[in-house]
């Protein structure tokens, strides 16, 4: 789901296998995306997976990192990583988004060789594009609480100038 000129590109890791099943990102019940979306203000309602063509609407897009379908995003391969950073900052060269969001620290610091990222916004542009790390909103990341991420979440709508 992306379009030229979006407010702010979300960028997941990879596919699970419930979004490969489904064509939806973040379809996996337990996964905090679309309730933190909507507590950060991004969405006025909750949006289910298979309503995210509704983010278009409000200036939203959603792409991934890696395009193959895993279980688990540690089965992904450093050149994995490497290769879809450098298609993803293709993409965003094309499309311009004002913010690249990208879900996942990890993945982040993979896919551009930044060991040193933390989540918050990042020195590194990409031509005009912003960039901004969040956390990884999977119920494997037990530490950031649906509130804390919402929060940060919350801080890329308003640098994004987003309608909260």
């Excluded at 309602?45 to 193959?68: D, F, M, W």
């Excluded at 450098?86 to 982040?108: C, D, F, M, N, S």
Aim: charged content about 20%; hydrophobic content about 45%; aromatic content about 8%.
């Amino acid at each position: 789901m992306v379009a030229d000129g979006l407010r702010v590109l979300f960028c997941g890791i990879n596919p699970g296998l419930m979004s490969a099943a489904t064509g939806h990102h973040f379809a996996r019940p337990g996964n905090r995306f679309w309730p933190v979306l909507h507590l950060s203000g991004f969405t006025p309602r909750l949006l289910k997976p298979a309503e995210q063509h509704e983010l278009l609407s409000y200036g939203l897009g959603i792409t991934n990192v890696v395009a193959r379908a895993t279980a688990r995003a540690d089965e992904l391969s450093a050149e994995e990583y490497a290769e879809g950073g450098r298609l993803l900052a293709e993409k965003v060269a094309r499309l311009r988004p004002g913010w690249l969001a990208v879900v996942g620290v990890t993945a982040y610091r993979a896919a551009f060789a930044d060991r040193t990222a933390k989540v918050g916004p990042q020195e590194r542009t990409i031509g005009g594009t912003r960039i901004w790390v969040l956390p990884n909103p999977s119920g494997l990341n037990a530490h950031w609480t649906p509130a804390t991420m919402a929060e940060e979440f919350r801080r890329l709508r308003e640098a994004a100038g987003a309608p909260g």
